[in-house]
């Protein structure tokens, strides 16, 4: 039986409300839930070789081994079950964001202790009687699945009853902050205001990308007779020679034989083992090499590739890095047009035929001067034309003249938003450009469209309003209020909270009060145990 200063986990009546102090737990419902009610199939810590020492500390308390590991793979398991093969711990810097995760949720265990919001046993105690992953068929709290659940993680009672208590801890933290929030009426009305203001524009899109700029053969000599030309030609060469190199590749088919235990393998692969597959393998090599054999339609009858059923082992053409080592090593070192010997891969055993070699081709940069040359006017003369284009649209709209000339010059047509509202952050094809966002909500019947061009990550608007509704304000029921103020305090008062959590790490970081152990950043590329 488990005890925590002469408290028993029998001993507390089980409650259905929760102290008022720090209101339903909602946070700890969804942080503790996944991680002890409902974690009892959390898989064994796999951080890799021992290593010495604690992971962290946080003003002197310790961020234990254990408590990283535990951390580390539940969210190693979780990433490995949304990404699947692609799964790349150190990729995705996994150690690191565990790492910074406890270290935060350490700061403010910290702070919440100074603040005096400390959660007691028995606060602790009635919070594990609530949790069902824990009890019998009758209800009642079960000892063995509690010890059990304790051994398979890797916990002592009492490192399993701190972490329970940092949470709740943190939590009253969190309810504290968050309820210093207040949401006047007037705001509410504002927000409500704003949100079922709708608009709908019109507008005509200069994108010096899709506009490209006429050169005459006298720009491009007076470009090259510059001082500094030859540098620019070069420095551009060097930053994007990969546009030059055309690398080399094989098109190729194949036949795919797979076996249980191969990577990706079907049903009919299942059905297999590994040496009944390479037999079979060999059998279909043996045809596919006979004289006036058809590849591809022996590849539709024979391959476990679903896809290469339908194609009759098509690949198309393929670089060599595109490709598993073992097959790209076969089929690079074939000749065209002939057939490989059986190919070994963690797919199953394959059967190539090269169908044609494209070799690796790098253009000099005497080659492609011609073309940086234009790329490099373009860069800077077709924003210019995009704009001027631009501002002849604006001034003949705004003088009231006929606009259809210049845009069929430009290549360009009137578009029509989709309707947005005015706390809308981003518009279909307008973008997010505050400055641009701004000018369109300042639009009115009176005065339809801006004084001038408007921008948004180098491409240019003009812009007239076709609609504007205003909000119905019969429609902000008293209950509509208390909803929104409700939503709006919740967002204002997590907002806070995160600054709080983000000041407060700061705050410790300034102190030096925090101590990473740089072994344990490096997990993300160590072996694994088992």
Known sequence: MFR???????????????????????VLSLSLGAMVFFGMCTPRMQTGPQIEGHAASVAGEEITRSEFSRAYTRQTERLRSQYGDSFNAAALKVASSVMNQLVDERVLY????????????????????????????????SEEAFKNYLRYNYY????????????????????????????????????????????????????????PASITPAETEEFVK????????????????????????????????????ARNVGDEGKKRSKEAALLHAK??????????????????????????????????????????????????????????????????????????????????????????????????????????????????????????????TAKVKWETSSEFSAVSRH?????????????????TKEKPYPDQVLSSKGVFFVIKLVEKKEPNMSLLTEEKRKQL?????????????TDYSATSRKEFEDRKSISINAHFLAIDTAPTEG
Request: glycine content about 6%; charged content about 30%; hydrophobic content about 35%.
């Open 283 to 408: 059998e279909i090599a043996a045809k596919v090499k006979a004289p006036g054999a058809d590849f591809a339609a022996l590849a539709k009858a024979y391959t476990d590739e679903a896809h290469g059923k339908e194609t009759g082992g098509d690949l198309g053409a393929f670089t060599r890095d595109a490709m598993v080592k073992e097959f790209s090593d076969a089929a690079f070192a074939m000749k065209t047009g002939t057939v490989s010997d059986v190919v070994d891969t963690p797919f199953g055993f394959h059967i190539i035929r090269v169908e044609s070699h494209t070799a690796k081709e790098e253009k000099t940069l005497a080659q492609v001067t011609p073309e940086i040359v234009e790329k490099l006017i373009q860069k800077y003369k077709a924003p210019v034309q995009a704009k001027l284009a631009a501002e002849q649209v604006q001034q003949a709209l705004v003088n009231g003249g006929s606009t259809e000339g210049l845009l069929k």
């Open 110 to 141: 910290i702070k919440a202790k100074d603040l005096g919001l400390r959660a007691s046993d028995e606060e602790v105690v009635e919070n594990l009687n609530r949790g069902k992953a824990f009890r019998d068929k009758e209800g009642k709290f």
């Open 156 to 211: 002592s009672e009492a490192s399993f009853m701190d972490e329970i208590r940092r949470d709740l801890t943190s939590d009253k933290l969190r309810q504290f902050v968050m309820g210093l929030t207040y949401t006047s009426k007037q705001e509410v009305e504002m927000d409500y205001r704003l949100s079922e203001t709708k608009y709908k524009v019109e507008f005509a899109r200069f994108d010096p990308a899709e506009l």
């Open 226 to 261: 510059k001082a500094d030309s030859a540098d620019k030609i070069k420095n551009y060469y060097e930053s994007h020679k990969s546009d030059y190199i055309t690398e080399e590749k094989v098109k190729a088919r194949h036949i795919l034989i797979t076996y249980e235990g």
């Open 4 to 26: 925590m200063k002469n408290t028993t986990i029998h001993g507390v009546k089980e409650i259905n409300k929760v102290s008022g102090q720090f209101g339903t737990y909602f």
């Open 427 to 443: 518009i279909p094809k307008l973008g997010s450009e505050p400055a641009l966002l701004s000018a369109i909500l300042s639009l």
């Open 485 to 497: 103020a409700t939503t709006a305090q919740f967002s204002k008062g997590y907002r806070n909270y």
